[in-house]
């Protein structure tokens, strides 16, 4: 089992920034992937960014250039930096790991947190 905190939300006004955190606790060894997703109302939730354990990154098209996802292996820790944020991205964000045992792929969710840009 994987546990994730994530913090670091809040309401912010277009054009600003906020940074996101999400701490893993628990079987953190098996962690082959980590990244964060969004939800606005009336929509799927869409993948934002993720980070291998190799280091590999992948963004949405929708955020490549303003945001930013990095990690602090020594504590279990993944980071959103959000810049030159749009009322678009306004959602609730979610933190994923992926836990690998074997051939089978686990997905653990953090509680999210909730992300307003105000026009």
């Known amino acids: 089992q994987v546990q994730l905190v994530e913090s670091g939300g809040g309401l912010v006004q277009a054009g600003g920034s906020l940074r996101l955190s999400c701490a893993a606790s628990?079987?953190?060894?098996?962690?082959?992937?980590m990244g964060w997703y969004r939800q606005a109302p009336g929509k799927e939730r869409e993948l934002v960014a993720r980070?291998?354990?190799?280091?590999?990154?992948y963004y949405a098209d929708s955020v490549k250039g303003r945001f930013t996802i990095s990690r602090d292996n020594a504590k279990n820790t993944v980071y959103l930096r959000m810049n030159r944020l749009k009322p678009e991205d306004s959602a609730v964000y979610y933190c994923n790991a992926v836990c690998k045992v074997v051939v089978h792929d686990y997905d653990f969710w953090g509680q999210g947190t909730q992300v307003t840009v105000s026009s």
């Open positions: 980070i291998r354990s190799g280091g590999t990154t």
């Open positions: 628990g079987d953190t060894i098996c962690i082959s992937a």
